[in-house]
C-alpha cells in the first residue's frame, strides 16, 4: 500500500472518529416501570451534558414523553402537550447527579403523573 493510501486512509478513520464523538452515543435503554413503554437514553454532545430520554410505545415506537438537555437547558415534551417547555431547571439538576438515569426516571415520572390514567 502506497503511503498516499495510508494517508488517506488514517485522515478517513480519523474524520469518522471525530463526527461519532461529536455526534453523542447510540441510543440505550434505561430502566422504566411501566409495562408496555420503554426509556431510552442518547447523548448528543458537550460530554454527555446534551441528551435526549425518550419514553416509547414498545410496539409501535410512538414517543409518548421526552425530556431533553441541550447542555443548558432542561426541556419536557409530551405526546399530549405536542410542545417541549424549559421544566425551569438547568442540566445541571441531572447531569450532577450520582446517578443520571435514575434523576431522569424520576423527572419524567413526575413529569408524566398528571397525564397518567388513574391505576397505572
Not at 7 to 33: D, E, M, Y
Not at 97 to 116: F, G, H, N, S, V
Request: proline content about 6%.
Amino acid at each position: 500500500m502506497s503511503s498516499r493510501l495510508r494517508l488517506l486512509g488514517g485522515i478517513a478513520g480519523l474524520v469518522v472518529s471525530t463526527a461519532h464523538a461529536a455526534g453523542g452515543t447510540p441510543a440505550q435503554q434505561l430502566p422504566w416501570p411501566t409495562r408496555g413503554e420503554v426509556l431510552v437514553y442518547r447523548s448528543c454532545g458537550c460530554a454527555d451534558a446534551c441528551w435526549t430520554a425518550e419514553v416509547r410505545h414498545r410496539a409501535t415506537g410512538a414517543v409518548r414523553a421526552r425530556l431533553h438537555c441541550d447542555c443548558e437547558t432542561l426541556s419536557y415534551w409530551s405526546a399530549a402537550s405536542k410542545r417541549e417547555e424549559p421544566i425551569g431547571a438547568t442540566c445541571s439538576a441531572v447531569n450532577d447527579q450520582p446517578d443520571k438515569a435514575a434523576a431522569i426516571r424520576r423527572l419524567l415520572i413526575e413529569r408524566r403523573a398528571p397525564a397518567l390514567p388513574a391505576g397505572r
